[in-house]
T-cell receptor, first 114, second 112 residues
Framework: GAVVSQHPSRVICKSGTSVKIECRSL??????MFWYRQFPKKSLMLMAT?????????EQGVEKDKFLINHASLTLSTLTVTSAHPEDSSFYIC??????????FGPGTRLLVL | TQLLEQSPQFLSIQEGENLTVYCNSS?????LQWYRQEPGEGPVLLVT?????EVKKLKRLTFQFGDARKDSSLHITAAQTGDTGLYLC????????????FGTGTRLQVTL
C-alpha cells in the first residue's frame, strides 16, 4: 500500500520560534497533499490543500501567514508554523493523494510549544 | 460547521458484544470513507463506499452507505480489544480534486 511519512514525529519548541514539518509520499507521486490539525479527542480539521507547484488553498479561519505550506515536488510538502505560540500546540497530520481519490495519511506530528 | 455527525461519541463495551456506529449528514456525498485511528497515529483507511445502498464487509466489520448517500453505518460483530480506537467517517463531494470532510468521531473502547 501507499506510504506517507512525516518528520519529525514530535517536536517541542519555545514560543516565538518557527517549526517545519515534512510530509513525504514514499512510493507514489502525490499530486495533492492535505494538512489537518487534530485537537485531543477530537476529529480532524482540514487546514489547507496543496497542489504540486501551486499555492496552497487554505480553509476559512486558517491564517496563511501563520501556517506556511510548500509543495515543491510530487513527493514532498512542508508545513511551517511561524512564530509558534502555545495555542498552536496540536497534532498535525498530512495526507497525500495521487491520481486516485484515496488519501493516504501520515503518522502525524505532535507539536508542543512552551 | 461540522457536516458529518457521528453517534455515539463514545462507546465502551465488553469483548464479544456487537455495536453500530452511525454517520449522518444533510448533504449528499459522492463517496464516504471510514477510518480507524489509534492514539498518536494517523488514520488508517478501512473502506470506501461509493454507491447508494452499498454494503461492504471486512471480516467482522460491515459498512453500509445510505440509499441517498447522506449517511452511513459501521457495524462490528463480536468486538475484540483490538477494535479499540477512534472511528472516523469522512465524505467527499466528488471528483479527484475533492477534499474530505471528517465526521465528529466515535471513540470505541473494548474491554475483556
Amino acid at each position: 500500500g501507499a506510504v506517507v511519512s512525516q518528520h519529525p514525529s514530535r517536536v517541542i519548541c519555545k514560543s516565538g520560534t518557527s517549526v517545519k514539518i515534512e510530509c513525504r509520499s514514499l512510493d507514489f507521486q502525490a499530486t495533492t497533499m492535505f494538512w489537518y490539525r487534530q485537537f485531543p479527542k477530537k476529529s480532524l480539521m482540514l487546514m489547507a490543500t496543496s497542489n504540486e507547484g501551486s499555492k496552497a488553498t487554505y480553509e476559512q479561519g486558517v491564517e496563511k501567514d501563520k501556517f506556511l505550506i510548500n509543495h515543491a515536488s510530487l513527493t514532498l510538502s512542508t508545513l511551517t508554523v511561524t512564530s509558534a505560540h502555545p495555542e498552536d500546540s496540536s497534532f498535525y497530520i498530512c495526507s497525500a493523494r495521487g491520481y486516485q481519490e484515496t488519501q493516504y495519511f501520515g503518522p502525524g506530528t505532535r507539536l508542543l510549544v512552551l | 460547521t461540522q457536516l458529518l455527525e457521528q453517534s455515539p461519541q463514545f462507546l465502551s463495551i465488553q469483548e464479544g458484544e456487537n455495536l453500530t456506529v452511525y454517520c449522518n449528514s444533510s448533504s449528499v456525498f459522492s463517496s464516504l470513507q471510514w477510518y480507524r485511528q489509534e492514539p498518536g497515529e494517523g488514520p488508517v483507511l478501512l473502506v470506501t463506499v461509493v454507491t447508494g445502498g452499498e454494503v461492504k464487509k471486512l471480516k467482522r466489520l460491515t459498512f453500509q452507505f445510505g440509499d441517498a448517500r447522506k449517511d452511513s453505518s459501521l457495524h462490528i460483530t463480536a468486538a475484540q480489544t483490538g477494535d479499540t480506537g477512534l472511528y472516523l467517517c469522512a465524505g467527499a463531494r466528488g471528483g479527484t480534486a475533492s477534499k474530505l470532510t471528517f465526521g465528529t468521531g466515535t471513540r470505541l473502547q473494548v474491554t475483556l
